[in-house]
């Protein structure tokens, strides 16, 4: 029931007769095949069903199931079908302008790739990155540390000197 | 290359009074500066402020001499050499469109704001005429799946609604290398040769319709231009904060955007959004080079529009200004926190644009940018250490002036002469620092009935220099903090800007800023003690330090931006007649606010799903992930429930198709006891999912 329900069909009697319907199936399918739970059962025979429906009302029996499928809900959602005419939701054969209807909905997702380069070009970062390079190349971290410690004792060093001085 | 000479006859003498007036400017400054020491004993601390000043003091005179330009500029009624008032305005209306492709990166962002942004600029394109010259791309490089598959369903919705199936297009980046600027890029690469123009938009941007045909025209009527940027105004704040940023972008943004374009021509700056680019030399000469530094993980440039404007230049295009352009409009960082996070980045963006400052082939012009934007950040730490250095400076004078029995040093303490040229060195920058500001309220008088009026428009004016005052120091050791971070190599990640006016609480305020109080407090009576008198200096900075949780808390506060709009206080044009592109943004009614886990719509909701998989190219199975890791993942998020699995494991499985159908079928097949007990009560709720009322059976 859960399931019919996300479909969001206008008429609820309509998702309650598909409800007792599918699960009626699902029984005589348990019956048939106990190894299978009776949901399992009935899941597997609504997704058959709405499958076939879908790709019989779309004309487009030679795609993969998930295609069918996508295809399918987006055309029944689009058309309005759901909302419009829910009893003819699995009916078949379905009406020809209904038929019709489902088939315009043509869901365009992405113009096709027209596919440029774009590369980066070389850009000469000029004389900063010659100082910088040579500067990576000679400095390890450790040495600047101790050379910046010994420079500032030095300065230190030197202005408390002055300082006694003046 | 582009042969063709993009500037005027006057560009040079422009360009040179700038730079000479600058110069003239900052050499005085110095020169006032100098001579207050004149008779002094100058100590090391001085010779610090001494070699700081120029710097400092030369970022003022830049601003303050594009605001005279842009004065200047407003009183002679704008720029006649301005390509937006070239001769082809005459014959607007006979000019033809070409193909335009208006791309919009989106990355987390609030979904139903950004599709009814898309909306009303489509609607409003549509009453111009030439809508069939415009597609629209989202291009999205959301890392949540809840705001994945929301996007996916508020494209399908906005296609439905406007019946633009074919005009309005929706990609999610598998691989989001280089942010936003690789987004763009990809665009570029995937579809850009079907496109003459592009206008690029940030998320919370948006256009009016003719705006977007003009910028059209005006490209096809000048073939030398290669990006013209509008002045985008900030616009739909509700907190205290965002609408003081908004009015204070009215009344003195322009004004400096107009000195800028006047100064600069066709040297302009971009700024990443809200601006028209030439597709092809873009692809051709602007994708962003790597940096020269040794860490791979730090080579690709953050802040992308600069640099892009740069090359756009090196190869011979031409970069404008639009500032007198309406309805260009974006959304505002909505308290002083976000504000930060923002500038964090971008100060990581600035601060790498060093390495294009000496780039051979880089455009004076473009050089004058990136230095103007490296400044922009590196003034807070020089300040700082200018503060530090004249105080310590001000105490061992005070302290030598005390110890030393030489008359002449006391009278060279009270010399009149030396304490003039102080008063004059103060008038100078408090002149530079506030006549731009007054320039701003003045031109902005004629037009204060769309601000509240006179009395209304003076009273906003003040109040936002007070907060201005006293937010500057608490911005100057924030953004020396990220100076610092950036240089000793903390990695920035560019972050989703929050544009929601939710406000600050006061433990969020007292945390972040409370360093700043305790510091400021203590700083005072130290400074009292130490330098006596002269610690009055100090009293602005350490007042804005002290107060910094209140400002923070106080102006992020929806209620405070309410009931100042009551008063008529830091109103704006858009406010008081919001144009219809404008109108219904801010109503809060996506469904991203309404529900969390929306991404297991895509697994349970037959209707998501399949907008999902029309939308995630199938055919690759797996797409480079391990069949075994994805079959693992399938059954841990069956058993254990969608909160089982982290943002990246979800996007995996939601990346491939097949097994987003094969979930679907699961997760209804499977008897209750095989599964988590949260997915019995997803399954429950999926018909009323908020995706589902919100965008895809919402009566059109």
Redesign the interface.
């Known amino acids: 029931m859960n399931f019919l329900n996300t479909f969001e069909l206008s008429d609820h009697a309509q998702v309650s007769e598909l409800a007792l319907n599918l699960l009626h199936q699902a029984r005589e399918l348990h019956r048939k095949d106990p190894s299978r739970e009776p949901v399992t059962h009935a899941m597997a025979n609504a997704q058959k069903r709405l499958g076939d429906w879908l790709a019989a009302s779309l004309g487009e029996e030679h795609r993969s199931p998930s295609r069918i499928m996508a295809t399918g809900y987006i055309a029944l959602l689009l058309s309005q079908v759901h909302r419009t005419a829910p009893a003819s939701v699995l009916a078949s054969p379905l009406p020809e302008e209904l038929r019709q209807a489902l088939r315009e909905t043509l869901l365009v997702t992405g113009p096709d790739f027209n596919i440029s380069s774009m590369t980066p070009r070389h850009l000469d970062y000029g004389p900063m990155l010659q100082i910088a390079r040579q500067t990576w190349h000679r400095w390890d971290a450790k040495e600047l540390v101790i050379a910046l410690l010994f420079w500032a004792g030095v300065y230190s060093a030197f202005y408390w000197w002055l300082s006694q001085r003046l | 290359m582009n042969d063709a000479a993009p500037h005027t006859n006057n560009f040079v003498v422009r360009r040179s009074i700038f730079l000479g007036l600058s110069i003239l400017l900052t050499a005085s400054g110095l020169l006032l500066m100098l001579n207050s020491y004149s008779g002094q004993k100058i100590f090391?601390e001085d010779y610090v402020s001494i070699g700081v000043f120029p710097l400092l003091f030369s970022q003022i005179a830049v601003g303050f001499v594009l605001a005279m330009y842009g004065f200047f500029d407003r009183l002679r009624g704008g720029d006649r050499h301005h390509l937006m008032r070239g001769a082809w305005r005459e014959k607007e209306d006979s000019i033809p469109l070409a193909a335009t492709a208006i791309v919009i990166p989106v990355y987390n962002e609030e979904v139903g704001r950004i599709s009814k942004g898309i909306a009303n600029m489509w609607r409003s394109l549509e009453k111009t005429g030439q809508l069939e010259h415009f597609?629209f791309y989202i291009c999205s490089d959301s890392t949540d799946p809840d705001h994945w598959v929301e996007e996916e369903c508020a494209w399908?919705s906005l296609c439905?609604r406007l019946n633009a199936?074919?005009k309005i297009?929706?990609?999610k980046r598998r691989h989001r290398i280089n942010g936003k600027s690789g987004n763009v890029?990809d665009f570029?690469?995937?579809?850009?040769?079907?496109y003459r123009y592009m206008i690029v938009l940030d998320a919370d941007s948006i256009m009016i319709g003719s705006a977007l045909v003009r910028l059209v025209r005006a490209m096809e009527a000048n073939p030398e231009a290669g990006i013209i940027q509008t002045q985008p105004y900030m616009v739909l704040g509700h907190s205290l904060f965002r609408r003081i940023l908004q009015f204070s972008s009215q009344v003195y943004g322009g004004l400096f955007s107009q000195g800028c374009s006047m100064a600069q021509m066709s040297s302009g700056s971009y700024w990443g959004h809200n601006a028209i680019i030439r597709v092809a030399p873009f692809?051709?000469?602007c994708?962003?080079?790597?940096l020269?530094v040794?860490d791979p993980r730090r080579r690709h440039v953050l802040s992308h529009d600069t640099v892009e404007a740069a090359?756009m230049r090196h190869a011979g295009y031409g970069v404008w200004i639009a500032y007198e352009e309406p309805g260009s409009y974006e959304e505002g960082p909505p308290n002083l926190s976000d504000m930060l996070t923002r500038d964090r980045r971008w100060c990581a963006g600035n601060l790498q644009h060093?390495?294009?400052?000496?780039?051979?082939?880089i455009e004076m012009g473009s050089r004058l940018q990136i230095w103007i934007g490296l400044m922009g950040y590196l003034c807070s730490p020089l300040w700082l250490i200018f503060l530090i250095a004249g105080s310590f400076g001000a105490y061992f004078r005070m302290r030598f002036l005390t110890l030393s029995a030489d008359p002449q040093d006391l009278g060279a303490a009270t010399s009149s002469h030396a304490g003039s040229h102080v008063g004059l060195l103060l008038g100078l920058t408090l002149t530079l620092l506030f006549l731009p500001r007054v320039l701003g309220i003045l031109t902005t008088l004629p037009k204060a009935a769309q601000f509240g009026g006179t009395s209304r428009l003076l009273l906003s004016a003040l109040l936002e220099n007070l907060l201005s005052f006293f937010l500057a120091p608490v911005l100057m050791i924030f953004h020396t903090l990220f100076v610092l971070l950036t240089l000793l190599g903390w990695q920035i990640k560019w972050t989703t800007q929050n544009r929601a006016d939710t406000g600050l609480t006061i433990k969020h305020c007292l945390a972040l800023y409370g360093w700043l109080s305790c510091l400021g407090l203590i700083m005072c009576p130290i400074s009292a003690y130490y330098l006596g008198n002269v610690s009055w200096w100090l009293a602005p900075i350490l007042a804005g330090w002290i107060l910094a949780p209140f400002l923070a808390w106080v102006t992020s506060v929806r209620r405070m931006g309410m009931l100042s709009r009551a008063c008529g206080l830091f109103v704006t044009p858009e406010e008081v007649q919001p144009p219809p592109e404008l109108q219904g943004l801010d109503d809060d009614d996506g469904a991203s606010s309404a529900a969390s886990q929306l991404w297991v719509q895509a697994l349970?909701?037959?209707?998501v799903?399949?907008?999902h998989?029309?939308?995630v190219r199938?055919g690759t199975s797996s797409n480079g992930v391990p069949v075994q890791f994805l079959a693992t993942l399938r059954e841990r998020l069956i058993r254990e429930g969608p909160q089982a699995l982290n943002t990246k494991e979800k996007s995996r499985l939601l990346w491939d198709?097949?097994t987003v159908?094969w979930l679907h079928?699961e997760l209804?097949?499977?008897?209750?006891a095989q599964l988590h007990p949260s997915w019995i009560k997803l399954?429950?709720g999926?018909?009323g999912s908020p995706l589902?009322s919100h965008y895809?059976?919402t009566e059109n």
């Not at chain 2, 570029?188 to 079907?194: P, T, Y």
């Not at chain 2, 060093?354 to 082939?361: D, K």
């Not at chain 2, 349970?604 to 209707?607: A, E, G, T, V």
């Open positions: 090391w597609d399908l439905q199936f074919g297009f929706y990609r890029a570029c690469r995937r579809w850009g040769k079907r692809i051709e000469y994708d962003l080079p790597l020269p040794p090359l060093f390495w294009f400052l000496f780039a051979r082939g349970l909701s037959p209707y799903q399949a907008v998989l029309s939308l199938q198709g097949e159908f079928q209804w097949s499977r008897p209750a399954q429950a999926c018909a589902l895809l059976t």
